[in-house]
């Protein structure tokens, strides 16, 4: 027990000390590399309020700005290693919070008339960011061992597909679904290669996942046809189709919905390989039908946690939207009727349906390739 608080301590003191050197590193990079001139990177060293600063702009608005006389040393541009005041301004309602010694973006907006203003954009957190993320990482690895760091790497190479393969393609005009549908492939060939150890059993977890990615397209597609729903509904939607006027946004909707689905697949189709994989290496004799109502009732008893992680998920993510929709006391009907809470409830309707396949579908390709593929290899192997 002492051994282990004591490694405890080790792997926390260690996590803490790449966390601060990533976050110190990461600072200085976007330091060197500031080439913005209407932009500075600067830390605060005193402010005050001015008096007789409160301004309302037009009704239409209905925002209120305050005026700031702010001490700030510049970390970036020409004026890079100097301290002096500057009046700025910002909304009353911004919950920026101003603290000595803090990091900030300032900002100027330069107008037609030539006059100039200053505003703190937000809190210059990236090295924060950075710094916890790769403590957490490294704390991860140490604790948790190889498990853990095939885990981790296999997290990294998925974000890495999904960022520089699959978004892109979307940007450049390739069908959303079947994206998402490769994305799928992608992620859980890269999460099975790396989390689960025997190599024979890897078709039946990938297998297991891809049918039940597909099935959560299915009724996905099917509900976004007769609901009609449209890709707008979505957070950011009507901002993405001004930016790109031709993308597909139903296929954008489908391919989140399926994407959305992938951690829980995947950890449903691993846990049933799994669990048939160890009943056939205790006992290489048990029949077909056996592995797979072992892997149905596995199936089963982790169904239950696994969609309600996935429908407060998507839930968590439409929080704000719900408020919103709650607190202007609609009939009730309607909450159902809003095209956002029906792309949020097509997401979780789908990735359950999703979830509920790949029970079925991962315990009989496992009960057939292992029981059946498997089992005659071993058979003759012992009788060579």
Not at 33 to 38: A, C, F, N, T, V
Not at 56 to 63: K, V
Not at 343 to 371: D, Q
Request: proline residues 3%; aromatic residues 8%; charged residues 15%.
């Amino acid at each position: 027990m002492k051994k282990k608080v004591i490694s405890l301590a080790v792997f926390l003191v260690l996590s803490l000390l790449a966390g601060l050197v990533s976050s110190m590193i990461s600072q200085r990079a976007v330091i060197s590399g500031w080439h913005h001139e209407d932009s500075w990177l600067v830390e605060l060293q005193g402010f005050q309020v001015l008096e007789g600063s409160e301004d309302t702009l037009p009704e239409e608005f209905g925002w209120e700005t305050v005026r700031h006389t702010l001490v700030v040393s510049f970390l970036t541009g020409k004026e890079k290693g100097q301290t002096f005041p500057v009046e700025a301004e910002h909304l009353s309602g911004s919950h920026l919070k101003m603290v000595k010694g803090a990091k900030y973006i300032l900002v100027a907006d330069i107008f037609d008339d030539g006059h100039t203003a200053f505003s703190l954009s937000d809190r210059f957190r990236f090295p924060n960011v950075v710094g916890f993320i790769v403590g957490m990482a490294v704390f991860l690895c140490l604790a948790s061992g190889i498990s853990g760091t095939r885990a981790l790497l296999g997290l990294v190479l998925s974000l890495v597909l999904l960022l520089k393969v699959s978004l892109p393609m979307m940007i450049n005009g390739y069908s959303p679904l079947l994206v998402a549908i490769m994305s799928v492939g992608g992620v859980s060939a890269f999460t099975i290669i790396l989390v689960l150890r025997k190599i024979r059993y890897w078709l039946v977890a990938f297998v297991g996942a891809l049918g039940g990615a597909i099935a959560a397209s299915l009724l996905g597609g099917i509900s976004i046809f007769f609901w009609q729903v449209s890709g707008l509904a979505i957070e950011g939607g009507p901002l993405l189709v001004s930016v790109l006027p031709g993308i597909d946004m139903e296929g954008i909707l489908l391919a989140s919905v399926i994407i959305g689905s992938i951690g829980a697949v995947l950890d449903v189709a691993i846990s049933i390989t799994s669990s048939m994989s160890e009943l056939y290496e205790y006992d290489n004799r048990i029949s077909s039908a056996r592995l797979m109502k072992a892997g149905l009732n596995v199936g089963k008893d982790i169904l239950g946690s696994m969609i309600n992680t996935l429908i407060l998920a998507y839930f968590g993510t439409s929080l704000v939207i719900s408020i919103l929709i709650i607190e202007s006391v609609p009939v009730a009907w309607s909450i159902l009727n809003d095209p956002m809470i029906s792309a949020e409830l097509i997401k979780g309707l789908a990735g359950t349906a999703g979830l509920l396949l790949t029970v079925p579908i991962t315990a009989l390709v496992g009960s057939w390739w292992i029981g059946k593929i498997i089992s005659e290899r071993d058979k003759v192997k012992e009788t060579a």
